[in-house]
């Protein structure tokens, strides 16, 4: 054999023994430390990968309420979701009300305005050229 397959194989079994050490080194870690043990940096891990769509969680009822007061306010909710779908219904709501429009400008205010505009679209044929 050439120098270099024997110098690959002499590097393969070092990281062999290096990776057997790792992982007695975690099992003992995790003996020690009352945990689980960290899985190998190469080794695959039993636990499934992070979707990309999270899944909805149910909601949790807010730790200071207790059955009492959580029931009653479900009850609440409830209510108030009703009474505004009544609201919002087409045959509960009024009349529009007429809509109210501008006040009518008077004549020497459109002179003005007129005046006004006048001498702006002139400097801008000016600036134009």
Do not use: F, N, V
């Amino acid at each position: 054999m050439s120098e270099i397959t024997k110098a690959i194989e002499a590097r393969q079994t070092q990281i062999a023994q290096l990776q057997s050490d790792i992982e007695a080194l975690q099992r003992a870690a995790g003996i020690m430390g009352g945990g689980k043990k960290a899985p190998a940096k190469g080794a695959p891990t039993a636990e499934p990968r992070a979707t990309a769509t999270p899944k909805p969680q149910p909601k949790k009822p807010r730790a200071g309420w207790s059955a009492t007061r959580r029931a009653l306010m479900q009850a609440y909710w409830a209510k108030r979701k009703k009474a505004s779908a009544a609201a919002t219904a087409p045959a509960a709501q009024p009349k529009a009300a007429k809509k109210r429009t501008r006040k009518p400008m008077s004549a020497a205010a459109r002179k003005a305005m007129s005046k006004r505009m006048k001498a702006s679209w002139a400097k801008r044929r000016q600036a134009k050229g």
